[in-house]
Structures are given as structure tokens and as C-alpha cells.
């Protein structure tokens, strides 16, 4: 083959092999079936879809409410203020057990103990509260929730099933939901002894029993409630309330936290 040809053809072989470019992931796509008002812009504020059935349909895309698209209540950084401390809205303290409030004073003092440091998985909760974006797949018998993080996944069965008796203990539990009117009642049980709730340590035990109340009151807005009643860290149970954002136009991208990790240096004192 003459050389002239022949350098086209292994040019186009490098091109093949190299890493997906941006422009190859999806992250311009147009999202089909966004409501639009009368001028074409995304109409935030429409009803949200219904599934079959009449149900909200939760699928989508979010994201997490930051300043810059929840205003001055929120802080100053590119990650929700819940991921710091997840009871950063509460006006009360959190009502720890004895002792408690000296793990979490341990805790906050020693960075590198927080599991997310170390790349692990960080628990049900703080899928809602972490700073990559999520994807909510409703299906007739499922509510499926896809994480960029780790490529991580939850499952929350709508199919009748109850929770189990003698779980073996995971970082996500064992979730089942019902309908009540408009809104997705979870309970999840079955986590881990070790979970962390926050940055700041606040704790989550195997006794723990998570209720969520998700909603979605209008096409770009999911409401998500949260209330944690653990016995082990808590003399009572509370709850914590989050917003999240519609993402148009984009997709999860894979992210594998030990790849190229460069933030533990940072981290570390």
C-alpha cells in the first residue's frame, strides 16, 4: 500500500482506539419529550409525566441543588450542603445517644476516616446528597437508581414484596415503596453497622430504618424527604427535606473513584 494511504488508514485506527471524546457521550443529546413554552425554552414548571398506570413518573436525570441554582441559602461550594452535614437545615441539633457526639467530633477531626475517601460506597442516603449526577429508571415492579459514582445502582421494589427479616447487612439495605396519592413512600432497612450520613460523620447503624418521600410536583423539580430513626445513634427519629434538579441534554458518565485518584493528598491533613 502506498504510504500516502497507508497513513490515513493508521490515523484512523488511533482515532478508533482513543477514549470516547466528549462529543461521543451523549452529553448534547437532546432529551426527547421536554415541555416547552411559548418562547421553546424547557418548561420547568409543567405537570410531570404520568406512567401508565397515572403515577408520577420519577425517571430522569438529576442533580443536586447548589448557590448556583438554589440561591443564598445554599453554600458557596459545587457540593450540597447536606453532603457536608446532612442536618445543615435543621434549626435543632441532631438528638445523638450518648457518646455519640464524641464519634462524630472523632470522626470530623479525622478526615481519611471517612469511607468516601477511601473510595468506598457511601449508603442510600448520600446518593441523594453527593455531588455526581443520578438516574432514576421507573418501572412497573421498580424504582432503579443509577449513580455516576463508582457506577453504583439501588433498587427499590414496588412489586408488593416485604422487606426481609434477617438482612444481611449492605451499604444501600433493602428498599420496598408504596404509592400514597402522588407520592413514593420507601422503607429501607439492613445497612451497615459503619455508614457514615455526611462528611461531618454523623452516623447510620444496622439498626436504622430510612422513610423517604419522593415527589415530583412539576416536570423539573424532585422533592425527596427524608427521616432517619436509628435507635443506636438517635433518641428520636428527624427528618431532613432535598430538592433536586431536572438534568437535560446530558448523561451519566462512567466515574471509578480509584482511577486517577488525585484528591486524597488534599484531603489528608
Not at 120 to 125: K, N, T, V
Not at 134 to 149: A, G, M, Y
Request: hydrophobic share 35%.
Amino acid at each position: 500500500m502506498p504510504v500516502k494511504l497507508l497513513l490515513p488508514c493508521v490515523a484512523a485506527l488511533i482515532v478508533a482506539a482513543l477514549p470516547g471524546t466528549v462529543s461521543g457521550q451523549w452529553l448534547d443529546y437532546p432529551t426527547p419529550g421536554v415541555p416547552r413554552t411559548s418562547d421553546g425554552k424547557p418548561n420547568m414548571s409543567a405537570p410531570a409525566p404520568r406512567t401508565a398506570d397515572g403515577k408520577p413518573d420519577l425517571s430522569g436525570m438529576w442533580g443536586w441543588e447548589t448557590r448556583a441554582n438554589c440561591g443564598a441559602h445554599c453554600n458557596d461550594t459545587q457540593i450540597s450542603r447536606e453532603f457536608i452535614n446532612i442536618a445543615a437545615s435543621l434549626k435543632e441539633r441532631l438528638p445523638y445517644q450518648p457518646e455519640v457526639a464524641d464519634l462524630v467530633k472523632t470522626r470530623t477531626a479525622s478526615q481519611d476516616a471517612d469511607p468516601n475517601v477511601h473510595c468506598m460506597p457511601r449508603g442510600a442516603p448520600r446518593i441523594w446528597t453527593d455531588d455526581y449526577y443520578k438516574r432514576i429508571v421507573q418501572v412497573p415492579d421498580r424504582v432503579i437508581i443509577l449513580t455516576e459514582r463508582n457506577m453504583q445502582y439501588r433498587q427499590i421494589f414496588t412489586d408488593g414484596r416485604p422487606l426481609p427479616d434477617d438482612p444481611h447487612p449492605t451499604w444501600n439495605g433493602y428498599s420496598t415503596a408504596r404509592w400514597e396519592g402522588d407520592t413514593l413512600v420507601v422503607q429501607t432497612i439492613g445497612f451497615r453497622d459503619d455508614l457514615w450520613l455526611d462528611a461531618n460523620g454523623n452516623p447510620l447503624t444496622s439498626a436504622a430504618k430510612l422513610t423517604e418521600r419522593i415527589r415530583r410536583p412539576r416536570y423539573g423539580t424532585l422533592e425527596i424527604e427524608m427521616t432517619i430513626d436509628d435507635p443506636k445513634s438517635y433518641t428520636a427519629a428527624w427528618t431532613v427535606q432535598l430538592t433536586e434538579p431536572l438534568v437535560l441534554d446530558s448523561e451519566l458518565l462512567d466515574y471509578y473513584c480509584l482511577e486517577n485518584e488525585k484528591d486524597w493528598a488534599h484531603m489528608v491533613k
